[in-house]
Nanobody, 126 residues
Framework: QVQLVESGGGSVEAGGSLRLSCAVS??????????MAWFRQAPGKEREGVARASRAGYILYADSVKGRFVISRDNAKNTVVLQMNNLKPEDTAMYYC??????????????????WGQGTQVTVSA
């Protein structure tokens, strides 16, 4: 049973930074977590992709976070980190870590991801 546990959320003023971490356990097949990604969902809105990173080092960011967020992963430790800088009030959301096998497609869509964490809240005040 693959389990993902996020940590590092919190409240910060606009312009500040937060670092989210996700630890994966229970994976017996590296291909099950080939892609590791971060998604977020604000109240009343659909879940949207933030960034993803493959085991091979391929990375994709949503346009809204390019230049501000950095995703990184440690394959040996099965962890993925999202460093969020220059945060804006519109970044306020529940942030989720997710994992998927190869073949998720070109877009940062949530549907191919099989394993999800419980989420960690990020709140950015103006």
């Amino acid at each position: 049973q693959v389990q993902l546990v996020e940590s590092g959320g919190g409240s910060v003023e606009a312009g500040g930074s937060l670092r989210l971490s996700c630890a994966v356990s229970g994976s017996s097949n590296d291909m099950d977590i080939y892609w590791m990604a971060w998604f977020r969902q604000a109240p009343g809105k659909e879940r949207e992709g933030v960034a993803r990173a493959s085991r091979a080092g391929y990375i994709l960011y949503a346009d809204s976070v390019k230049g501000r967020f950095v995703i990184s992963r440690d394959n040996a430790k099965n962890t993925v980190v999202l460093q969020m800088n220059n945060l804006k009030p519109e970044d306020t959301a529940m942030y989720y870590c997710a994992a998927a096998p190869p073949g998720v497609g070109a877009a940062l869509a949530p549907s191919p991801y099989r394993h999800w964490g419980q989420g960690t809240q990020v709140t950015v005040s103006a």
